[in-house]
């Protein structure tokens, strides 16, 4: 299983990719630097790839879910409800392609805030 390491400020996420287009599309580019952008309980940062919506994109996603946002080619990250949400979901901004999941608890994401550098790199196996 691959597994890639998602470092923002004090915070560092462990997660599995999936088997998924997507998925394959950014391990490919692996190293991914960026700037952190939030909207509600989400990060999000552009990945340098773009995608199509995968067959089964959707726009509610659980925590812990890692997905790419193909409208606006960036990795999203939801740990709590964003300003489109309703009772407290995770509702990204549109579908998207779900494609690893966390290992460690999204919601110390929290802490990240707009434009503070993201690290996204394959995990030391």
């Given at each position: 299983?691959?597994?890639?390491?998602?470092?923002?400020?004090?915070?560092?996420?462990?997660?599995?990719?999936?088997?998924?287009?997507?998925?394959?599309?950014?391990?490919s580019?692996?190293?991914?630097?960026?700037?952190?952008?939030?909207?509600?309980?989400?990060?999000?940062?552009?990945?340098?790839?773009?995608?199509?919506?995968?067959?089964?994109?959707?726009?509610?996603?659980?925590?812990g879910?890692i997905?790419?946002?193909?409208?606006?080619?960036?990795?999203?990250?939801?740990?709590?409800?964003?300003?489109?949400?309703?009772?407290?979901?995770i509702?990204?901004?549109?579908?998207?392609n779900?494609?690893?999941?966390?290992?460690d608890?999204?919601?110390?994401?929290?802490?990240?805030?707009?434009?503070?550098?993201?690290?996204?790199?394959?995990?030391d196996?």
């Open positions: 299983m691959r597994e890639i390491l998602i470092r923002a400020g004090g915070v560092a996420i462990r997660a599995r990719l999936l088997q998924t287009p997507t998925a394959e599309r950014i391990w580019v692996l190293p991914i630097y960026a700037k952190a952008q939030t909207w509600g309980a989400e990060v999000y940062f552009t990945a340098g790839i773009t995608a199509e919506r995968e067959l089964g994109a959707r726009d509610v996603v659980g925590l879910e997905a790419f946002w193909p409208d606006g080619d960036a990795i999203a990250i939801g740990y709590g409800p964003t300003p489109v949400s309703k009772n407290g979901e509702r990204l901004a549109s579908p998207c779900v494609w690893a999941l966390a290992l608890d999204v919601r110390a994401l929290k802490s990240v805030y707009p434009g503070e550098r993201i690290a996204v790199m394959e995990a196996s």
